[in-house]
């Protein structure tokens, strides 16, 4: 009896050794898979958003007086890099997000929000005067219309694609909210670099968007535990394009 005692005990320590070594297997080839990331860089030249022409504000507004913001951003081409959007397409699984496009200075802030498709958007009013949002973007149309201070109206958008976002009573107020297929999405920061991490090995279509210029693709192959490197020149380079051409 004892001798069977002890085999059980023996045959239970080893199937226990066996669950732990497949744990720790399995956490292991996770944490591998959440290493896989892609890393690019966003190239742009010249300055491709078009300045805002704004009239002083006792043009149009009527109460208080709301003094209009201004970019902090001195680095032209600085900004039109921040502005690039970089996603994955395919409908992979992704958490819904809330995010805040604020309306503060006469102005949306931020003026680029990138969400996942079934995510939301809130618009606060931090400004003393009345503002109104609205959209006529296919993606999402909508009109939350003027509402004062301190109050905050939320849209959700369930499908991807692209929504410019106006006020009626201040001309010079838009946005634009990205909705992309799922969660692997991002922007660049003001010297292009962008990364995209937690990718499952496979083959993907990366995709660089911005305003004025445009949609982007590549294919991508990420591996295991690997980094892929991507980088856009935004716009394409039409004369080198057309000289590869004819070589």
């Known amino acids: 009896m004892k001798a069977l ?9 080893s199937m226990m050794i066996r669950s732990v070594s497949i744990l720790l297997a399995t956490l292991i080839a996770g944490l591998s898979l959440r290493a896989s990331e892609i890393e690019g860089t966003i190239t742009i030249q010249r300055r491709l958003t078009r300045r805002k022409v704004t009239s002083s504000a006792d043009l149009y507004q009527r109460g208080t007086p709301v003094e209009l913001g201004s970019d902090r951003e001195q680095d032209a081409l600085g900004f039109e890099r921040s502005h690039v ?6 409908n992979l699984p992704s958490e819904k997000v809330t995010a805040e496009l604020n309306q ?22 931090l400004d003393p005067i009345f503002h109104n949002v609205f959209s006529l973007s296919k993606a999402k149309s909508f009109d939350l219309g003027n509402y004062p201070q301190d109050q905050t109206r939320t849209v959700t ?12 009573l201040h001309a010079n107020m838009s946005a634009t909210i990205v909705v992309t297929p799922n969660r692997w999405s991002t922007k660049a920061d003001s010297s292009g ?15 660089a968007w911005h305003r004025a210029a445009g949609f982007f693709r590549k294919t991508v192959r990420v591996t295991e535990g690997a980094v892929s490197s991507v980088d856009f020149i935004i716009p394409l380079d039409t004369d080198r394009v057309v000289e590869q051409a004819m070589q």
């Open 5 to 13: 005692g002890k085999a059980a005990k023996e045959g239970y320590v």
């Open 85 to 90: 959007v970089i996603y994955i397409e395919g």
């Open 104 to 125: 503060r200075d006469r102005r949306f802030s931020p003026d680029l929000v990138v969400i996942p498709a079934g995510s939301s958007v809130s618009f606060g009013n």
């Open 157 to 168: 958008f369930p499908k991807a694609g692209i929504v410019f976002v106006d006020c009626h």
């Open 193 to 207: 670099r962008f990364v995209l991490s937690g990718l499952r090995p496979g083959t993907y279509t990366i995709v």
